[in-house]
């Protein structure tokens, strides 16, 4: 998952919260930086990065090297970094594969990137995020709606029609600031797509953010942060693997 905005942190619920953002885009060819973006991250002659599963590692037994962190201040990291060696902690926060991973992913989709365990994660990480109390949504991946209906169980959000804005409020209720469109672009298993521009025009015309989940048309065949969207969303079990057999 990708974020684009970066004046501000796109969750008008939670305005104290930054999102670092990224110095700079690497100048070289896509299939360059999938191959090379991890670079700085290199703490070993291994050609194939090898498969971390430690959740939790060793502090450093010197007490003057110890420093607090945070979820969003990782210590002696730049804006979309690489996290040396010795400072991971937790593997919530950062791990020696998944934080390979982001380096590359926040050069390919062109904004600071987090990674989860499925696609179906990381719209639920979103949805908790961005807390919105209305959420317009179409046709599409069955499991994002599946998140949806449990997201709405708990926060008895209002679950409207992407593809007709008069039902975007009601008696006493609008869509709104703070509030999420929801677009699948090219839908899954159809195909069909979606014009993006269209879609952020309507959701920015109302304070809410677009989020796009463009599994089916990764990088180089999309890029919707040029067309408006605020989040992007991917799901590598299905793009890279298949019938979850990356999970």
Known sequence: MALHNGDTNGNPNVPSLEIPIPNQKLPYSLSTLA????????????????????????YPSDPSLLKPTDDLDIPDRPAGGAVKADAHIYSRLTAPNTSRLELILTQLLGGPCLTYGSGLAAFHALLVYLHPKVVAIGAGYHGCHGVLKIYQKLTNCKIVDLFDDKTWEGEGWKLGEGDVVHLETPVNPTGNAYDIQHFADLAHARGAALTIDATFAPPPLLDPFKHGADFIMHSGTKYFGGHSDML
Not at 35 to 58: C, F, I, K, M, Q
């Open 35 to 58: 191959n090379h973006a991890d670079n700085e991250a290199n703490s070993s002659t291994d050609v194939a990065p090898a498969l971390h599963v430690s959740t939790t590692y060793r």
